[in-house]
């Protein structure tokens, strides 16, 4: 086989074959009668006299050294069998090298994949604000600004954006806008919906016009069924796919005009403090 094996009674080999004999540098002849424990790394050594003692017959990790002193990883699966009456334990060990190389790969990989990911999120960040900081300079016309900023969220930020502004003590929609245009009507259905029945009275809302900026990292299916009014407004609701929010009041020289609720339906996106 591959795997190398070997037949010990706990103080001497018994027997090898050539995959093991090759894995550690010697000949089957100059293996068989010696102490099993050589070929293993010190530092595995009461780790593996504890798992013969308890006849362990799961696979495990551990490091074997070779005749020119390298160390590396393997894998053991063994267990114990009698022979003529003798206790007798029969291991198989696989190199496993190769595999561990694999996984350090893919570990930086992700580390590299994750840290372009923070860049370029950095990034998006950045432009957004700096277009963010033109718009809101360049007019003085309220619900065209607020119209521009919520497509301007909906390019860099989240798939659907709300921007509610309070006037005379009422919630009025400034801003309804969809990144994909064919739910677009979708969610003026739903914003519709939530205004004829919850309006003031949802803790959600409440928040909002309390000033609260707050986060909802990831949305449950209970969740939804908590915000809808009736079967045909959670079907709505589920056709959105929102899967993380996120709403921070809009204020003008200390005073609460209204909200911005940004929302996402990527399953890779979770809105968190720094977002907001």
Same mark, same amino acid.
């Given at each position: 086989?591959?795997?190398?094996?070997?037949?010990?009674?706990?103080?001497?080999?018994?027997?090898?074959?050539?995959?093991?004999?090759?894995?550690?540098?010697?000949?089957?002849?100059?293996?068989?009668?010696?102490?099993?424990?050589?070929?293993?790394?010190? /530092?595995?050594? #009461?780790?593996?006299?504890?798992?013969? *003692? =308890?006849?362990? !017959?799961?696979?495990?990790? +551990? %490091?074997?050294?070779?005749?020119?002193?390298?160390?590396?990883?393997?894998?053991?699966?063994?267990?114990?069998?009698?022979?003529?009456?003798?206790?007798?334990?029969?291991?198989?060990?696989?190199?496993?090298?190769?595999? /561990?190389?694999? #996984?350090?790969?893919?570990?930086?990989? *992700? =580390?590299?994949? !994750?840290?372009?990911?923070? +860049? %370029?999120?950095?990034?998006?960040?950045?432009?957004?604000?700096?277009?963010?900081?033109?718009?809101?300079?360049?007019?003085?016309?309220?619900?065209?600004?607020?119209?521009?900023?919520?497509?301007?969220?909906?390019?860099?930020?989240?798939?659907?954006?709300?921007?509610?502004?309070?006037?005379?003590?009422?919630?009025?929609?400034?801003?309804?806008?969809?990144?994909?245009?064919?739910?677009?009507?979708?969610?003026?259905?739903?914003?519709?919906?939530?205004?004829?029945?919850?309006?003031?009275?949802?803790?959600?809302?409440?928040?909002?016009?309390?000033?609260?900026?707050?986060?909802?990292?990831?949305?449950?299916?209970?969740?939804?069924?908590?915000?809808?009014?009736?079967?045909?407004?959670?079907?709505?609701?589920?056709?959105?796919?929102?899967?993380?929010?996120?709403?921070?009041?809009?204020?003008?020289?200390?005073?609460?005009?209204?909200?911005?609720?940004?929302?996402?339906?990527?399953?890779?996106?979770?809105?968190?403090?720094?977002?907001?």
């Amino acid at each position: 086989t591959v795997e190398g094996i070997v037949v010990h009674d706990g103080l001497q080999v018994l027997d090898v074959n050539p995959s093991m004999a090759a894995m550690v540098g010697y000949e089957i002849d100059e293996i068989v009668g010696t102490n099993p424990f050589v070929y293993m790394h010190p /530092r595995t050594h #009461e780790d593996l006299k504890r798992k013969i *003692r =308890e006849n362990y !017959t799961e696979p495990y990790e +551990a %490091e074997m050294i070779h005749r020119d002193g390298t160390v590396f990883p393997v894998e053991i699966k063994s267990r114990d069998f009698y022979r003529d009456g003798r206790k007798l334990r029969v291991a198989a060990i696989r190199d496993i090298r190769e595999r /561990r190389q694999a #996984e350090r790969a893919a570990a930086l990989l *992700r =580390e590299e994949r !994750t840290a372009r990911e923070i +860049a %370029e999120r950095t990034r998006q960040q950045a432009e957004f604000l700096l277009e963010a900081s033109h718009i809101l300079a360049s007019s003085f016309d309220t619900s065209t600004t607020l119209k521009q900023l919520a497509h301007l969220a909906v390019r860099f930020l989240a798939d659907f954006c709300v921007v509610t502004l309070y006037v005379d003590g009422d919630a009025e929609m400034a801003a309804v806008v969809h990144a994909d245009v064919e739910k677009q009507l979708l969610l003026e259905a739903n914003v519709r919906q939530w205004r004829e029945h919850w309006q003031s009275t949802h803790p959600f809302s409440q928040a909002q016009a309390g000033g609260e900026a707050f986060v909802m990292p990831k949305i449950e299916p209970h969740d939804l069924d908590r915000m809808a009014r009736n079967p045909e407004h959670r079907r709505l609701l589920g056709e959105l796919d929102t899967r993380t929010l996120m709403s921070t009041p809009i204020r003008s020289g200390g005073e609460l005009i209204g909200s911005i609720m940004l929302a996402s339906s990527h399953t890779d996106r979770s809105y968190a403090t720094e977002d907001l």
